[in-house]
Every structure is written in C-alpha cells, then in structure tokens.
C-alpha cells in the first residue's frame, strides 16, 4: 500500500525566512498531489495542486515542486509570517475504481517565530 | 455562507451508545467523505459516497453507517460506541468528473467516548 512521509513532525523558523516542507512517498506516483493546511480546532484548508506532468506550480508566496522520479513534493513558502504557523498535510490524489480518493501524510507543523 | 457543515462540533458520550453525526454541503458538490482524525492528527478516509452511491468504503468497523439522503448530506451513524472511536470526524466534499479534485472539509465533529 502507498506510503507517505512528511519530514519532522515540527518545524520552526524565523520570520522572514522561507519555509521547505518535504512529502516523500513509496510505491506509484499519484496523477495529483495536494498540500493542505489545517490550524488546531478546524478542518484542513486546499491550497494547492500540482500534476504529474507539472515541475512546479506557484501562488502567491506559496510554490509547490513534485519530481515522480524522487516520489517527493516539495512545498516552499517564502517570506514567512507567524500567520503562516499551522500544520501543513500533502495528500496524493489516487484513483481507487470508479473513485479518487486522497491519502494524507501525518502532516508537518510549522510554526513561524517573530 | 458555510460551505461544509457539520453537527455537532463536540460529542461526549459512553460506551455502548449509538450516536449520529450530520454533514451538509452547500458548494453543489456530487461527492462526499467521512475521515477520522486521531490523536496523532492522521487523517484516514472512512467512506465516500458520489450522487448517494458508495464508492469508497475502507476497512472501518461495521458498526459505522453512513447514510446520503441527498447530493449535499452525508451522515455518520454509530452503534456500540467504544473508547477506540475517540477522534475527530472530519465531512469533505468535491465535484467528480473534473481536473479540481481538491475536497472541501467541515469543521469537525470532536467524538469521545467514556
């Protein structure tokens, strides 16, 4: 069965700096490949998508690379904010029968310090 | 203006009852999730149903019944609750047959058993 791994459970850095969140996974590349953020008492939040046949996809300070060869997504925010302090998931998006269906990471929690 | 609803937000109750958890979706979507959440915060899809069908129903005690009256809801229902079922029940939501796979999550129902 898929596996996947996010680096260190916590990550903290300095304001300012840029934040690299890893997501490794075992077996076949999935078409598409989601991160997602969730803060303490909510649901997770999509914030990007990136596709098989993609490098790298952007929004705003956000960036997302995905290398099928690695079976690894990268996901960067630059300039970070104590704003941008959560837990951030990647979820490959597979699909199962007549379904898709995501398998999430156990996530990366990120706290950025003023 | 709720996207994804869910009710209700807590849920305290012992062991052996039967309870219910309720999901709305006002985005139009065809396709709805139950996860569960547990203390380690891994999110792990339970069931998914597309237009009232079952589509994904992973290996989840058959004590769990979720039932879709419509496009937009989707319920849990439980009986004999046990102390393992403590967690957080997470609906989702997303429109099949499109390249937008991203889900749409509701706030959370947090279950726990006594």
């Known amino acids: 069965s898929q596996k996947i791994e996010q680096n260190s459970e916590a990550l903290n850095i300095q304001e300012g700096k840029t934040a690299t969140l890893t997501c490794n996974y075992t077996n076949y590349s999935p078409a598409y490949l989601q991160w997602y953020r969730q803060d303490p008492g909510r649901g997770p939040v999509f914030l990007l998508l990136i596709r098989e046949n993609e490098k790298e996809k952007r929004k705003e300070r956000l960036k997302v690379t995905f290398d099928t060869t690695l079976k690894q997504s990268l996901f960067h925010i630059t300039a970070s904010q104590p704003a941008d302090s959560a837990t951030y998931l990647c979820?490959?998006?597979?699909?199962?029968?007549?379904?898709?269906?995501?398998?999430f990471g156990s996530g990366t929690q990120l706290t950025v310090l003023p | 203006d709720t996207a994804v609803s869910q009710t209700p937000k807590y849920l305290v109750t012992q062991m052996g009852n039967d309870k219910s958890i309720k999901c709305e979706q006002n985005l139009g979507h065809d396709t709805m999730y139950w996860y569960k959440q547990d203390s380690k915060k891994f999110l792990k899809i339970m069931f998914s149903?597309?237009?009232?069908?079952?589509?994904i129903n992973e290996t989840v005690p058959n004590r769990f019944s979720p039932k879709s009256p419509d496009k937009a809801h989707l319920n849990l229902h439980i009986n004999s609750l046990e102390l393992g079922d403590s967690a957080v029940y997470f609906c989702?939501?997303?429109?099949?047959?499109?390249?937008?796979?991203?889900?749409?999550f509701g706030p959370g129902t947090r279950l726990t058993v006594t």
């Open positions: 989702a939501s997303s429109q099949a047959g499109t390249r937008k796979t991203e889900q749409y």
């Open positions: 149903y597309n237009n009232k069908e079952l589509i």
């Open positions: 979820a490959l998006d597979m699909r199962s029968g007549s379904a898709r269906q995501l398998t």
